[in-house]
Every structure is written in C-alpha cells, then in structure tokens.
C-alpha cells in the first residue's frame, strides 16, 4: 500500500484539477488519501460488473474511460460521457447506493485511485462543507445528460459533429484534443450515430478545408469556420 503522502506527491495536479474535491488543502487530501490506493486497467479492458462501481469510487489519473449503455435488442451503443484525467465516477452510486447499470471501456491504459464507497461517504459526514462541490458536480453532470438529450432528440447529425468537435477544441492551442485519436464508430457512440454517417460527415468537413484526417488522427484547420460552418447549419435547420 502507498503511503497518502506518496500518493500526494505523485498526483498532487491531477488531485488540484478535480472539481469534486475543488479546495482541499494539503492536510485534508493526506486524510483522504490514506483510504486510497492505485489500480492499473489495460486498454480495451470492459467492466461490467455493476458490484464494482457500487462499493468503490475512483479518480482518473491517467487515460480515457468511456462510460456507456447498449441495448442487448439492437446491440447499440452510446457513450454517455467520455472521462478523463482528473474525473471521478460512479457518484451516482456514492449518492444513493444502487447499482448503476452502465459499463465502462478503457480507451487508454488507465490509471485510477480507488477508495471504498463507505469510507468516502464516512470522510463526507466529516466535511460537510464539501457537499457544495459534490452536489456543484453532480449538477455539471445533470446538465450535460440533458444536453445530450436535447441534441438527440432535436439536432440532424451534422450539427451534432460539429459540436462535439468544438467542445474539444483546447481554447488556448486551438487544437483538437480527448478525441482527436478516436475511431469514427466512437465518435458516432457519442452523438448517436453510426460509424458510415460519421465517416461521410468527416469527409464533407475535410474537403471544405475545416478539418484534416491524417494517420488515424484528426486535426481541426480552421476553427473560426467551423464555428461559422455550425451557425449557418443552426440557422438552416431552423
């Protein structure tokens, strides 16, 4: 077992960018953490079971985990949120203590401090003050989901992509970023499509001089005509 101190040490950037714990001081991470330990999963790695997510909480500190439904019917998938360093998961279970029947895929090696369920919400009758935060992220959360309904139900595809591209462009480098590297049929799990549209979308962006595919990785061009190229779509679809 690592010492909290080591584990500090280590992921002290990663623990800082975690909005859930958004304020904790040194010696309050070193309490938290003596709780913690590490946990490697492979790339590609699928976690089904549902047990798992309910008795443990875990912070990402390296690598991008997908967190998904299917239906067994059709066998479709759609992504719910794609995570990433710094994001937490399953905060449903750690509120209301029932399964959560989502699954989770490595995209990435993956990195993760775990802590048991009951030893968390213990720490939380502790601290108090930290609810802000959690129920602050579980409302960021809440949002997103009702975002993504929204564009399902009422945006063409097209509209969709260009989003889901500008939401991942880094403001200050302006470059692509958390999918950039992604196969199209996961681009499509996260806005509801299927790998051939995506892929016929793709092209259409790449011939008008907004995005560029090379070497199974995806470069944005022109940023302010994708935004441009988004709100004339907007308009249209009105």
Not at 140 to 157: A, D, P
């Amino acid at each position: 077992m690592i010492s909290a101190e080591k584990l500090y040490t280590t992921y002290q950037a990663v623990l800082n960018n975690c909005e859930l714990f958004s304020g904790l001081s040194r010696e309050q991470w070193l309490d938290l953490l003596q709780d913690f330990h590490e946990e490697k999963w492979t790339r590609n790695t699928c976690i089904i079971n549902h047990q798992k997510f309910l008795f443990h909480f875990y912070i990402i500190t390296s690598g991008r985990l997908k967190m998904y439904n299917t239906d067994k019917h059709s066998e479709k998938e759609h992504t719910l949120f794609l995570l990433k360093r710094s994001d937490v998961f399953d905060i449903f279970c750690l509120f209301d203590g029932i399964k959560h029947r989502v699954f989770y895929e490595c995209l990435d090696d993956i990195k993760v401090l775990a802590i048991p369920m009951d030893k968390l919400r213990d720490w939380l009758k502790n601290n108090p003050g930290q609810y802000q935060f959690f129920l602050a992220y579980a409302g960021k959360m809440m949002r997103t989901l009702e975002e993504n309904v929204s564009q399902l139900i009422f945006q063409n595809i097209s509209i969709r992509l260009l989003k889901l591209l500008i939401e991942n462009v880094n403001a200050e480098s302006q470059k692509l970023e958390l999918i950039n590297d992604l196969p199209n049929k996961e681009i499509a799990n996260l806005i509801g499509s299927t790998r051939a549209v995506v892929n016929r979308h793709l092209q259409l962006l790449k011939q008008n001089g907004l995005i560029n595919i090379a070497r199974n990785q995806l470069e944005v061009q022109d940023f302010s005509q994708l935004l441009k190229e988004l709100q004339e779509q907007d308009k249209s679809d009105k």
